[in-house]
């Protein structure tokens, strides 16, 4: 998208909209992941079920499986950075459009231990995890010159998240809009622009609402309206953005 002034009030906007994010999310995630599930699963499944058991079957069977097995990581890392790509290059920094350059192999150069961590300690290195991503993130954005810095530590985040995390599950996740307050206050309150600070005016009972419309929504279209409401969050997001 190409970089320059856009109008508009606020420090930081959000202009996507619901409709590019569904094309988006048809050609770019839900499209790769599916021809991986038929070449990597299905095939093989149809094999299985001709050779009825036969070792046959399943020796011509273990490549595709591997293939998909890989096919799959490769997909959800695709899948990943486009999503990235669509938030940031949607976002306006003080007039100003962002770009994000991110690939996937960066994805794993850069990423790709942090999550085998994440994996291996069952999600309790988030808030490091987070803070690694931001910086990966901020890392791979420009905005029309200048760059983004995150310096956040992840050991103020450990109480906060997990906490967040106990009582959005004690509470159905009616907990969620205040827990993504807490969030988007560490995230923000620990950016940087060129030196410039950013921070994040917490309002819990209006991201609510809008989140209980989201929802609503959402079942009403069984789960069509995802997009538009994902855009919802990240306006309301940017418009508390100081």
């Known amino acids: ?11 930081v906007q959000f202009v996507g909209t619901g409709g590019a994010l569904i094309v988006m999310y048809i050609l770019h995630v839900l499209l790769p992941i599916m021809g991986v599930a038929i070449l990597g699963f299905g095939i093989p499944a149809v094999i299985m079920g001709i050779a009825k ?11 595709f499986y591997l293939v998909g097995m890989v ?17 940031w290059e ?3 920094i003080e007039g100003k459009r962002c770009r994000y350059y991110g690939t996937p192999m960066d994805l794993v150069k850069d990423m790709g231990v942090q999550y085998l961590i994440l994996a291996v300690t069952g999600g309790l ?11 990966f993130v901020y890392s791979k954005v420009d905005v029309s ?8 530590d992840p050991s103020a985040l450990v109480g906060p998240y997990f906490m967040g995390l106990i009582l959005c599950i ?5 907990y969620m809009p205040w827990f993504l307050n807490t969030i988007y206050e560490f995230d923000w309150g620990n950016t940087s622009i060129s030196g410039r600070r ?3 005016q917490k309002d819990p009972g209006g991201l609510f609402g809008t989140w209980i419309l989201v929802a609503i929504l959402n079942s009403c279209t069984g789960g069509i309206y995802a997009p538009w409401g994902m855009c919802k969050i990240w306006e309301w997001e940017t418009q508390h953005i100081q």
């Not at 010159?145 to 956040?152: A, K, P, S, V």
């Not at 004690?170 to 009616?174: E, L, M």
């Open 125 to 135: 290195y988030a808030p490091w995890f987070i803070c690694k991503m931001k910086k």
């Open 170 to 174: 004690c509470t159905f996740y009616i």
């Open 1 to 11: 998208m190409p970089a320059g002034p856009v109008g508009g009030s606020g420090r």
């Open 71 to 87: 096919g799959y990581i490769g997909a959800i890392l695709y899948a990943t950075n486009k999503m990235l790509g669509f938030y």
């Open 53 to 63: 058991g036969e070792t046959w079957g399943f020796i011509i069977s273990l490549p």
């Open 198 to 200: 950013f921070g994040f």
């Open 90 to 92: 949607n976002m306006v």
């Open 145 to 152: 010159g200048e760059r983004l810095e995150f310096n956040g």
